[in-house]
């Protein structure tokens, strides 16, 4: 039986060669992860560059001026910067809800093309501005079109891969979002050499690219086929499937989408829907990942990554240097991710994860609490590279673990009738929680000094010990089958699960 349903398919992957077609839309659609990724990876830098600061921020300008004044972990702490990085994710965390609608009503595609549109005119405001309310408005209507490219990315991503083939796929999302995090670094790595005050101008101006890029990709690729039947384009829908999977005979899956898609059909209110016991787990789960992902504390070093460096007490262009080093090992880990995640399955990778993780923080939060005090910071050279170190192992096991599952499971475990619903609270939760830190961390930071990294490794611990017991495996099952061959076998969620024929809309199994 098919998720439940009255089709049988006879279990198991569905026919489907990896196509070229399905290749390029993968690659196409996943360039929005490069704009949410330089967004992420620009304002660190930016914040750092003295040209910036005096132009928008002079207080803290004149703080960085005065060494001495403030505490070595204070130095940063304003709620003006802070607010400057994090009013992207307020924005995208609102516009989801309005994404939500769009990605069920208008489809995948088209919802791609409207973030596409967003991060082109924000793009112009940022680099356009001459006030801090322009350079916010840029921000906030970038984060628009992260609240609809986070939402419409991952679903294409899941929908339109093979089986046997989609975390690796779906993985493409957020190995452009490192890319697009390593690009911002090294962008301001050169522009901080200009000394005529535009190189902050020219950071930001070049979201302009990965903008245009997922423009014209979300042009160009089909939508899926899960959405276009969901949208009554069964023909379509049909026709899509068969290009992608690049075979004649698609009836067993066309079929599961087509049930999948009538179940769909009778929810009245998607938000409600969600609350039904059936859908609970996928719920649950797809909140928590959120949460968990932002509390590794890993937007702590994306975003601050340069001015962590340097209350560590590295001059700005070796912070700058380090902050480079960290986002290569974070494009570079993601592509393991890619390789084993079909193989060696999710919870191997979130469990391996959780362990490093919360060595390299326990290991940073013990160098930094003895060596840099207030004033004085005595972390020599060699304890330096340490905590560079270990600030990479750290950064290294989130790109292979909740970085990327913190997008694909989700993506991947909701029923259709709630897919696009559950998305979009899955990603208001990432943004609400990124917002969290993006506003308190530097606060954070100044009061709890290197405690910050004690703090962070008791939240790897806690998302571990959930993994263990709560997070199922979903490597190599189709997307319309998890209720079947996930939920209903899963020691604790299954009992979530039992209302699901007595409830389910009549005419099923
Ligand atoms: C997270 C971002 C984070 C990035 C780092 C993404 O999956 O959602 O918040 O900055 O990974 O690579």
């Given at each position: 039986m098919a998720g439940g349903f009255g089709v049988s398919t006879g279990g198991g992957d569905f026919e489907a060669k990896i196509t070229p077609l399905v290749i390029i839309s993968c690659i196409m659609a996943a360039s929005g992860g490069l704009m949410f990724g330089y967004d992420i990876g620009i304002s660190g830098g930016v914040t750092s560059m003295p040209d910036f600061l005096k132009k928008f921020f002079p207080v803290v300008y004149q703080k960085q001026q005065s060494p001495?004044?403030?505490s070595n972990y204070c130095k940063y702490d304003n709620q003006g910067l802070q607010l400057f990085t994090s009013s992207l994710y307020l924005a995208a965390l609102m516009a989801t809800f309005v994404a939500s609608y769009s990605t069920k009503m208008l489809g995948r595609k088209m919802t791609m093309l409207i973030a596409g549109i967003f991060f082109c005119v924000g793009t112009v405001f940022n680099a356009a501005a001459h006030n801090l309310a322009m350079l916010i408005i840029g921000r906030i209507v970038l984060g628009c079109g992260v609240g609809f490219a986070n939402q419409a990315i991952p679903l294409f991503l899941s929908e339109v891969a093979p089986t046997r083939i989609r975390g690796a796929l779906n993985i493409l999302f957020q190995l452009n979002i490192t890319i697009g995090i390593l690009v911002a670094n090294l962008i301001n790595y050169g522009t901080s050499k200009l000394t005529d005050g535009t190189g902050w101008r020219i950071s930001l101006g070049l979201a302009g690219v990965p903008a245009f890029m997922l423009t014209v990709g979300s042009l160009i690729v089909v939508d899926t086929p899960n959405s276009l039947i969901q949208r009554g384009q069964l023909e379509a829908g049909k026709a899509v499937l068969k290009r992608i999977r690049?075979?004649?005979?698609?009836d067993p899956e066309y079929l599961e989408i087509v049930e999948a898609s009538r179940v769909a059909g009778e929810v009245k209110n998607p938000f409600r829907n969600l609350l039904k016991r059936r859908n609970q787990p996928s719920l649950i789960i797809g909140i928590m990942m959120q949460v968990f992902q932002q509390f590794t504390g890993i937007n702590a070093i994306m975003f601050y990554a340069p001015v962590l460096f340097q209350t560590l007490g590295f001059k700005s262009d070796a912070s700058l240097y380090s902050a480079v080093i960290t986002g290569l090992v974070n494009v570079l880990s993601t592509v393991v991710s890619i390789v084993i995640v079909d193989k060696a399955g999710r919870r191997m990778l979130l469990l391996e994860a959780g362990v490093q993780m919360f060595l390299s923080q326990m290991g940073v939060a013990v160098v930094m609490g003895l060596k840099v005090k207030d004033t004085t910071n005595t972390l020599g050279h060699g304890l330096g590279i340490l905590v560079v170190i270990l600030i990479c192992s750290f950064v290294a096991s989130f790109a292979w673990s909740w970085g990327p599952l913190g997008w694909l499971i989700p993506s991947e475990t909701f029923a259709l009738e709630a897919r696009s619903a559950g998305q979009s609270i899955a990603v208001f939760t990432n943004m609400l929680f990124t917002f969290i830190i993006a506003q308190a961390f530097l606060s954070m930071l100044c009061k709890m000094k290197s405690g910050i990294f004690f703090f962070f490794s008791a939240w790897v611990l806690v998302m571990t010990l959930f993994t263990v017991f709560l997070i199922p495996e979903t490597k190599n099952v189709p997307i319309e089958e998890m209720n079947d061959r996930v939920w209903k076998k899963h020691w604790f969620w299954k009992r979530f699960m039992d209302e699901w024929d007595m409830e389910a809309p009549k005419g099923h199994a």
């Open positions: 001495g004044l403030d690049g075979i004649d005979n698609v």
